[in-house]
């Protein structure tokens, strides 16, 4: 699978202070500077974005060019990295992971590493931090749906990132199965779509960009028998009666993104629109929540 820019030579790394429910702005904003962003979350729910510009990085122009936007930039540490690999190196390597079914290993491996779970091949760039902990949760909780055999004709995935969710469950199912997978990132459906023919699995998966439960795609797929949202805290509650009307009698939501303090927050918007908890996965101070459509 190709990476859609050239990645030799020396690049500038920068990493910007923690920030707490930044503006999208913000982070479109960063997208369209930088040649490649990542968002290494912190486990207090933070947003920790790190910027990779090749050849040369000025400090004063993104500052004002920044401010012009409207933006306060928060305090960030510049580092030149020499590597002829930077982006293999920085950004989408990582230590093969096996959890629940499943081993996830990135693209810079040359075969997969030897396991009796079920590979994935994952280029995450900007899209995915493969080990973090509500990744980690949601792949339990889809293990723990598929050990059950649920029903699993159709499933969403609001806001799929690198697509890992919607390639587990189709590596699990796969002709049983079709999933929609969408976000609001063009750079994350891409993400999702490059993966899904990278492990073979593009024909059990449809990914679109849309805004939550909005795209005609969703709608017309609707009702689903399972949906994963490894989103965040307040989008997941204010999407909570979104998720629980494209969801089936008996259905299977995946909830994921928020910390421990958020924790009643969210499963009580969405017990109030009709769904009862089956089970939390602790990761840290992250959590995910299984929950069943009454």
């Given at each position: 699978?190709?990476?859609?820019?050239?990645?030799?030579?020396?690049?500038?790394?920068?990493?910007?202070?923690?920030?707490?429910?930044?503006?999208?702005?913000?982070?479109?904003?960063?997208?369209?500077?930088?040649?490649?962003?990542?968002?290494?979350?912190?486990?207090?729910?933070?947003?920790?974005?790190?910027?990779?510009?090749?050849?040369?990085?000025?400090?004063?122009?993104?500052?004002?060019?920044?401010?012009?936007?409207g933006f306060d930039v928060p305090a960030f540490h510049t580092e030149l990295l020499s590597s002829d690999n930077w982006l293999k190196e920085n950004v989408i390597r990582f230590a093969p992971l096996e959890v629940g079914e499943f081993l996830i290993y990135g693209v810079h491996e040359e075969t997969p590493p030897t396991s009796s779970k079920l590979p994935l091949?994952?280029?995450?760039?900007?899209?995915?931090?493969?080990?973090?902990?509500?990744?980690k949760s949601c792949l339990l909780a889809l293990t723990d749906l598929y050990r059950?055999?649920?029903?699993?004709?159709?499933?969403?995935?609001?806001?799929?990132?690198s697509g890992i969710l919607s390639l587990g469950a189709a590596k699990l199912w796969q002709k049983q199965t079709h999933v929609t997978?969408?976000?609001?990132?063009?750079?994350?459906v891409w993400a999702t779509q490059q993966n899904a023919q990278d492990n073979q699995l593009d024909k059990f998966i449809t990914a679109?960009?849309?805004?939550?439960?909005?795209?005609?795609?969703?709608?017309?797929?609707?009702p689903y028998d399972i949906i994963f949202a490894n989103i965040l805290a307040r989008p997941l509650i204010d999407m909570a009666a979104d998720l629980a009307a494209h969801l089936k009698t008996g259905g299977y939501a995946i909830l994921s993104g928020?910390?421990?303090?958020?924790?009643?927050?969210?499963?009580?918007?969405?017990?109030?629109?009709?769904?009862?908890?089956?089970?939390?996965?602790e990761m840290d101070n992250w959590r995910a929540?299984?929950?069943?459509?009454?």
């Amino acid at each position: 699978m190709g990476i859609k820019m050239h990645n030799s030579g020396s690049c500038w790394q920068i990493k910007f202070a923690p920030q707490f429910e930044p503006s999208p702005l913000w982070e479109d904003f960063l997208q369209e500077y930088f040649e490649v962003i990542a968002d290494n979350y912190g486990d207090d729910g933070s947003d920790n974005f790190v910027g990779y510009q090749r050849h040369s990085f000025n400090e004063q122009e993104f500052i004002k060019l920044a401010q012009d936007r409207g933006f306060d930039v928060p305090a960030f540490h510049t580092e030149l990295l020499s590597s002829d690999n930077w982006l293999k190196e920085n950004v989408i390597r990582f230590a093969p992971l096996e959890v629940g079914e499943f081993l996830i290993y990135g693209v810079h491996e040359e075969t997969p590493p030897t396991s009796s779970k079920l590979p994935l091949r994952i280029y995450a760039a900007t899209a995915f931090g493969s080990e973090h902990q509500t990744t980690k949760s949601c792949l339990l909780a889809l293990t723990d749906l598929y050990r059950q055999n649920v029903p699993h004709q159709h499933i969403l995935d609001v806001g799929c990132g690198s697509g890992i969710l919607s390639l587990g469950a189709a590596k699990l199912w796969q002709k049983q199965t079709h999933v929609t997978a969408v976000d609001i990132d063009e750079e994350a459906v891409w993400a999702t779509q490059q993966n899904a023919q990278d492990n073979q699995l593009d024909k059990f998966i449809t990914a679109t960009q849309s805004n939550g439960y909005q795209s005609d795609i969703v709608k017309n797929n609707t009702p689903y028998d399972i949906i994963f949202a490894n989103i965040l805290a307040r989008p997941l509650i204010d999407m909570a009666a979104d998720l629980a009307a494209h969801l089936k009698t008996g259905g299977y939501a995946i909830l994921s993104g928020f910390i421990g303090e958020q924790e009643d927050w969210v499963i009580d918007a969405h017990k109030s629109q009709g769904l009862g908890l089956v089970k939390i996965y602790e990761m840290d101070n992250w959590r995910a929540a299984l929950m069943e459509k009454k």
